[in-house]
Structures are given as C-alpha cells and as structure tokens.
C-alpha cells in the first residue's frame, strides 16, 4: 500500500528557507531531536460538590506549538493540545461537563468507562456548539487508566486526529494501597502516544484516501503527549508508565532502545494479577497498558521508548534524578473474579470484513437507527469476534462499550491469549485472518432505547461503518 507523500522536497526545502524550520522531524535517535521537555497534561482531580465531583472542560479550538515559531491549528480540551487528565475515585459520583466551543457538533465517550448508555457520549449524545453535556454516574469500577474522546458519527477520526482525547485516571484503595509509583508527572507518567501528518506549514494534515481509509491513516511523526520528540528526566528508580495508544490506526510495537525488561502491571480495566514481564509491547489504538521501568541501577544513562516498524522513538528517558522514595513492585498486585464457562447463556458471532470503501460487522455497515444486538443484563456470553481472511490482509480490534471483558481464545486456543492480556479489557487485538473468542458481561445499567456501541477503534475503519449499537435490556431472551 502506498503511503501518501505529500511534502516534496522542494517544499521542505521552501519552507526551511522561509521560516528555518524543517517540518518532517525525523524522531530518529540520533537525531537532534529529544531537546525539548516532555509536557504532562495537567492532573485535574475535579471538584466536589454536595457530594458531587465536578469536572469542566471546555472543548476548543486552539493553536499548539508543535514546532517552534509555528503555531498549529488544533481541537483541544482546555489546553493546546489533548486534555488534562482526570482523576476519578471508585464509588465517587462525578458529573463531567464538556462545554463545545466548536464550530460543530462533537461528543465526549469515555472509553473503558462502566456507565449508563446514556452517559456513554457516544454518536447519541451529540453537543452541539456552546452547549454543556454532563457525564453523571457513579464510578463503579476498579483502577485503571482510560480516556475520553469524541464519537460523532463518522468523524470521530478527524476530531480525535485535531487533537480531542484525555486521559482518565480511576483510583480505587487496591490501587492506592499497593507499593507502586503514584507520583502523576514524576514516577508515574502518562505517555500519550499518535502519530500525525504535518504539511508544509506545520497545520495538522487529515485527508485520507479511500486506500487510507482502508489501511488506516498511518502518518509520519510521532507524537508524545503532544510533543515531537521530548525528553524526560526521571529518577534511578522504579517508573510507572502509562501508555495509551491513542493514534487512529497505528499498531505500535514499543521496545526501549537498549533492550531492557520491563513489567507490566494493568492492561484496559484492571490490574494484571501479577506482573508480567517483557521486553515488547503491541499496543493497538484505543488500547493501554501500564508498565514499570526498573531504574535503580541506571542513573546516568539514557534510553528512548522504540517503535520498532519504523524505528522511530516516542521519548528520550535520561535518568539523572536523584531518588526521593522507592517503591517495590508486589508479586501479586489483585485477584480477579473469574465467570464459570457453565454460566455461559448465549454466544454471538461478529464478522469484521470489508468491501467496496465500507467496512462491516456482519455484512452491515453502522447505521444509527439501526439496533444490531440486544443483550440481556447480568447474562454472562460468549462473544466470537472474527476478522476475515482477505487477499490484502487487514488488521483491526475490537472495542466494547460500557463493560469490561476477558479474553478466552485467540485462534481457538486459550494458550494464544497472552499473559499481559489476562486482566479486564475493553479493547482486543485481531490480526489478519484472526479470531477471538471474549466473555461479555453487562451488568448494573439497562436501557430500552440508549444504545451501547461496539466496534473496531481503527477510527478510519470505526467512520467507515465497522460499528453496531446494542441494547442492554432488563428481560431474558
Ligand atoms: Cu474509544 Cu467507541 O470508543
Ligand atoms: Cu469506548
Ligand atoms: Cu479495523
């Protein structure tokens, strides 16, 4: 597949005369890059009101310095670029207030979030411009790292590529009682991680072709928290990374560049019952993991965080901090509640294939009055996920609304569902010509006309129709 070019040289080099800026930063480790500091994106831990937490964010147009002496055009919540991260505590109630400064409509969805379908922000709650939404619900769920961003529908790949996405911190007393960095910014540090296209000017480039809508709108230049290229200093300790794979379509193979282990904590939804350990991580968009980097025996060195396809990096670690407080990771981190295959009451298939520029779940594309599934609350299901084998391969995942699942199989098989998979997803890998096989609960929330989305959170396949809505209803079929 071709990728699009659409910076010539001449016009790199038209630009670099004109400005002195070069606008294809080549995020190579060798590179003059990694000089400016990596931003952390404020932590907002709302406030409470007669027992609500609060939380105002306006959704903005902004302009961001991606490059310097460049102002870039962007979509931001309250800032330049991305949102703040939110703090939420289990068995809080929050009420979360977008105000739409836009010229259009948009939605905020929280991803990974447990909540009524109709505090989901998804294509159904639409915000139009100077409106406030409000997400109201109990958070009624364990620790984990997810996000929000906007759902319109079909264009929530431009909205989310403009800049619109924050991360969501949910705390819980497992999670604040274990002896593992907590310290937002300084040992336990978000990494927003995309890639983007810039064109000649340094303005965010979004126009895919029919071929990119298909193969994913795969761009050129890495991204770190709105930052190309950043550094970071930490201190000679254990360092808690999370990662959220927030670019459209790019399945991210993460490495450090002097190979070193790292384990791994929580994926989606929850903690892993114990760390596992690795040296490469995929991360497909909309997934997370948190990772622990053990720096005790490194300080004076420096590593970068390695997409390996591209042998690009994110970041630039230097470790020259002295240490303020250690931590050691627990060899058991949580116990998870397994269902019993025996309480299986249904099974539903989903095909993700594809056609002529549409992308389907079993042969339909999205439609928004269309209902495609009821569920039963409180039924525990199987639910086979497959992606059709095509000539030109695809990839693609599989995203849940409002509910956490485990994977059972992978290809047929339990032993190709991976170690650092073993915990509460909502969001699941399926490589060309895969299958697999997850168990579904939907519990706490039921809803006669809201629905629940499903589907591939590739944003280009998700705009191009690879999506169904169900509804969670209180009757047994
Ligand atoms: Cu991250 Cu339906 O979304
Ligand atoms: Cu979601
Ligand atoms: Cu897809």
Request: with cysteine; net charge neutral; hydrophobic share 35%.
């Amino acid at each position: 597949m071709k990728r699009r070019t659409f910076i010539s040289l001449s016009a790199v080099a038209a630009a670099t005369i004109l400005i002195g800026q070069n606008f294809i930063p080549s995020n190579r480790i060798n590179a003059s890059d990694f000089k400016s500091r990596l931003p952390i994106p404020p932590l907002f831990e709302g406030e409470e009101i007669d027992g609500v937490v609060n939380y105002n964010l306006n959704i903005l147009e902004a302009k961001h310095s991606f490059f310097k002496d460049v102002q870039t055009d962007t979509y931001a919540i309250n800032g330049t670029y991305l949102g703040p991260t939110l703090k939420l505590k289990n068995g809080k109630k929050v009420s979360i207030n977008y105000t739409n400064r836009l010229k259009e409509s948009t939605t905020m969805h929280g991803h990974g979030m447990h909540l009524p379908a109709s505090m989901d922000g998804s294509p159904h709650q639409l915000i139009d411009p100077n409106d406030t939404w409000s997400a109201q619900y109990t958070v009624k769920q364990r620790a984990c790292t997810n996000w929000y961003h906007p759902h319109p529908e079909g264009r929530t790949a431009e909205h989310v590529y403009k800049g619109l996405a924050g991360l969501m911190i949910i705390e819980d007393d497992e999670s604040q009682n274990l002896d593992i960095p907590k310290n937002y910014g300084v040992d336990d540090i978000p990494l927003v991680l995309q890639d983007r296209f810039f064109d000649r000017d340094g303005q965010i480039y979004y126009s895919p072709s029919m071929m990119q809508a298909m193969s994913g709108y795969i761009s050129d230049t890495l991204v770190t928290n709105g930052a190309i290229s950043p550094y970071i200093d930490v201190e000679a300790k254990e360092i808690r990374l999370r990662l959220l794979n927030g670019s459209n379509s790019t399945v991210y193979h993460l490495k450090f560049s002097d190979g070193r282990d790292f384990k791994q904590i929580a994926v989606d939804n929850s903690f892993l019952q114990k760390p596992v350990t690795l040296d490469y991580l995929r991360l497909s968009p909309g997934e997370r993991a948190e990772i622990i980097i053990d720096l005790q025996d490194s300080l004076g060195k420096s590593f970068y965080l390695k997409e390996l396809k591209t042998d690009k990096a994110f970041a630039k670690f230097n470790v020259s901090k002295q240490v303020t407080k250690t931590t050691k990771i627990p060899e058991v981190l949580t116990k998870l509640e397994k269902y019993s295959l025996d309480s299986v009451t249904n099974r539903r298939k989903f095909v993700l294939s594809a056609g002529m520029g549409a992308l389907y779940i079993n042969g339909e594309s999205m439609k928004m009055d269309r209902i495609d599934e009821i569920v039963p609350i409180n039924q525990v299901e199987i639910w086979e996920v497959y992606n059709q084998r095509m000539m030109m391969g695809m990839q693609h995942n599989f995203h849940i609304h409002g509910t956490h699942f485990t994977i059972l199989e992978r290809n047929g098989k339990s032993s190709n569902v991976y170690d650092n998979e073993k915990g509460y997803k909502d969001t699941v890998y399926i490589g060309s010509g895969e299958n697999v096989k997850l168990l579904v609960k939907m519990t706490d929330y039921t809803d006669e006309k809201v629905p629940y989305m499903y589907h591939c959170h590739f944003l280009e396949h998700e705009d191009a129709g690879m999506m169904g809505q169900f509804i969670v209803r209180k009757d047994t079929i």
